[in-house]
């Protein structure tokens, strides 16, 4: 099963780039392995997935241990990062999709040992139940992290209501498309924010086709496993 799951979303990713004239190399697909234990992610891995993604610290730190023979594992933290707990796992991770305030960026510059890619959580929607900066937000606080050398804003990431039309999707990530485009040309050496992780499950074949580098997919991947 899994194998017919992942096959349909490389069809459904393939099938999106296609639509709007992009290579299926520009966009990598995210395993996002909450929702299943150690043995599961060790099939996907088997499988050759190399981007693994987990939203709790001790569950990422858990299968990191679990998986440790597959090397060449990227893993992702996707969920917001508690300042007292960058230190068990700052530098046991290859991105940071949720970088939401100076206090957090200052925590991990004092705590990683290398640089660490990070993406600066964005609320386009403006929802008060969501984490992130809001878009006229963005480039001042970006601008803020010019001295912090252990911190690369490789890009940008928001989360679309879950609820939301395919106008409204469309609407969400064209304007952190936009936003990334603006700060991208602003030739930042410590923040070249090339890239884009949104698109989920539900969505990410309209992330694509707005401009997504990144979608992190978990639900679609493990229905009927």
Same mark, same amino acid.
């Given at each position: 099963?899994?194998?017919?799951?992942?096959? +349909?979303?490389?069809?459904?990713?393939? =099938?999106?780039?296609? /639509? !709007?004239?992009?290579?299926? $190399?520009?966009?990598?697909?995210?395993?996002?392995?909450?929702?299943?234990?150690?043995?599961?992610?060790?099939?996907?891995?088997?499988?050759?997935?190399?981007?693994?993604?987990?939203?709790?610290?001790?569950?990422?730190?858990?299968?990191?241990?679990?998986?440790?023979?597959?090397?060449?594992? +990227?893993?992702?933290?996707?969920?917001? =990062?508690?300042?007292? /707990? !960058?230190?068990?796992?700052? $530098?046991?991770?290859?991105?940071?999709?949720?970088?939401?305030?100076?206090?957090?960026?200052?925590?991990?510059?004092?705590?990683?040992?290398?640089?660490?890619?990070?993406?600066?959580?964005?609320?386009?929607?403006?929802?008060?139940?969501?984490?992130?900066?809001?878009?006229?937000?963005?480039?001042?606080?970006?601008?803020?992290?010019?001295?912090?050398?252990?911190?690369?804003?490789?890009?940008?990431?928001?989360?679309?209501?879950?609820?939301?039309?395919?106008?409204?999707?469309?609407?969400?990530?064209?304007?952190?498309?936009?936003?990334?485009?603006?700060?991208?040309?602003?030739?930042?050496?410590?923040?070249?924010?090339?890239?884009?992780?949104?698109?989920?499950?539900?969505?990410?074949?309209?992330?694509?086709?707005?401009?997504?580098?990144?979608?992190?997919?978990?639900?679609?991947?493990?229905?009927?496993?």
């Amino acid at each position: 099963m899994l194998v017919d799951n992942l096959e +349909k979303i490389n069809q459904d990713i393939r =099938l999106a780039c296609q /639509k !709007v004239s992009r290579s299926g $190399n520009d966009v990598t697909m995210i395993a996002v392995t909450k929702s299943v234990g150690n043995d599961t992610a060790k099939e996907l891995a088997e499988l050759g997935i190399e981007n693994m993604a987990e939203n709790r610290v001790d569950k990422l730190l858990d299968k990191k241990m679990a998986l440790k023979s597959f090397s060449s594992i +990227k893993w992702h933290l996707i969920g917001n =990062l508690q300042r007292r /707990k !960058v230190k068990s796992i700052i $530098n046991e991770i290859d991105y940071f999709h949720a970088l939401d305030s100076l206090k957090l960026a200052e925590e991990i510059q004092k705590r990683a040992e290398q640089q660490i890619c990070c993406f600066v959580e964005v609320n386009v929607t403006g929802e008060e139940s969501k984490h992130g900066f809001r878009s006229d937000e963005v480039l001042d606080f970006i601008l803020q992290l010019a001295d912090f050398d252990k911190i690369k804003v490789v890009g940008l990431m928001t989360m679309a209501p879950l609820d939301a039309s395919e106008q409204v999707l469309h609407e969400v990530f064209s304007q952190l498309k936009k936003l990334q485009t603006a700060i991208n040309n602003q030739h930042l050496s410590f923040a070249p924010c090339t890239e884009l992780s949104m698109g989920m499950s539900n969505d990410f074949p309209i992330a694509i086709e707005e401009g997504a580098t990144f979608v992190r997919i978990g639900t679609a991947i493990f229905r009927g496993a």
